[in-house]
């Protein structure tokens, strides 16, 4: 059986991470769905689950933001857990960047665990998010000053993927056939 194909079969965590508006959402729908038993875990459910009193992440550090950043990790990395645990491989999505990134991995037990960054040239991010509905960055966050953030701060860990010139399908096909780069634990 090719190596590939054994990596498909097995249960395992698949993290996607990178700068807003990198193809997050788009390329981990399309990664778990390559896989027979797979779930798609999306970080920011959990934040939106907060009905009263959320508050939203910005450059400027807020506890209360971080702890409710923190708990929503937790829940996601317990989720994860779960589901592979369960028999699924579970590509878990959020923004997992600068020191959020260790401490969120750490809460990860089952194996095998692979990371990818998605890092996009920062032309390529804002060619995008001008494209999008929903807006990543507004008046809070700088495009430049976010990727340099994640550039600098983000542990150099697992796979770091420039998809600047790939299509969704070309991202997930890269991951897959780099997946063994990928892996971390």
């Avoid at 965590?13 to 990178?18: C, H, L, P």
């Avoid at 001008?130 to 495009?143: A, M, N, P, Q, T």
């Amino acid at each position: 059986m090719p190596a590939l194909r054994r990596d498909l079969d097995v249960p395992q965590v698949i993290v996607v991470t990178g700068v807003m508006a990198a193809g997050k959402s788009t390329v981990s729908q399309l990664l778990a769905e390559r896989f027979s038993r797979a779930v798609h875990l999306r970080g920011d459910v959990f934040r939106r689950f907060v009905v009263t009193g959320r508050v939203e992440m910005s450059p400027q550090v807020d506890p209360e933001a971080e702890r409710q950043l923190a708990l929503r990790h937790a829940i996601a990395a317990q989720t994860a857990n779960r589901y592979v645990a369960a028999g699924f491989t579970v590509v878990v999505q959020d923004l997992f960047v600068g020191d959020t990134l260790e401490p969120f991995l750490e809460q990860l037990v089952e194996r095998p665990v692979s990371l990818v960054m998605l890092a996009p040239d920062v032309a390529v991010v804002m060619q995008r998010e001008s494209e999008r509905v929903k807006v990543g960055y507004g008046e809070l966050w700088s495009i430049r000053d976010f990727d340099h953030m994640v550039r600098t701060k983000t542990p150099r860990i697992g796979l770091w993927l420039d998809s600047s010139q790939q299509t969704p399908d070309e991202t997930v096909d890269e991951i897959l056939s780099r997946l063994r780069d990928a892996r971390i634990g």
